[in-house]
Nanobody
């Protein structure tokens, strides 16, 4: 089992930036994929960024490419999501997730075994 705790959400104006963090309770042994999902009110949960614990490869959904960057600090067991040039449509609850298997885009929530509680991002125009 691994517990995930997100932080860093908040309210910003369009064009602003936020950096989300996801702290894991232990070294991510047995975890191969880590991702950020988001869920806006009335919409399905959407996978937006993906990386692998064993390497630096990353992937993004088209709507955030060039604006969001996923990264990890193995020494701190922490996953990050740097979000730049935020838009009102980025408003959502953002969740960190981990999978015991290698995953690819597009991401599906059912494929991830571990989840954080979420952190809210609100972007105003």
């Amino acid at each position: 089992q691994v517990q995930l705790v997100e932080s860093g959400g908040g309210s910003v104006q369009a064009g602003g930036s936020l950096k989300l963090s996801c702290a894991a309770s232990r070294y991510t042994y047995g975890i191969y994929s880590m991702a950020w999902f988001r869920q806006a009110p009335g919409k399905e949960r959407e996978g937006v960024a993906l990386t692998y614990t064993g390497g630096g490869s990353t992937d993004y959904t088209d709507s955030v490419k060039g604006r969001f960057s996923i990264s990890q600090d193995h020494a701190k067991n922490t996953l990050y999501l740097q979000m730049n040039n935020l838009k009102p449509e980025d408003t959502a609850m953002y969740y960190c997730a981990a999978s015991e298997r290698v995953r690819w885009m597009p991401l599906f929530p059912i494929d991830f075994e571990y989840w954080g509680q979420g952190t809210l991002v609100t972007v105003s125009s």
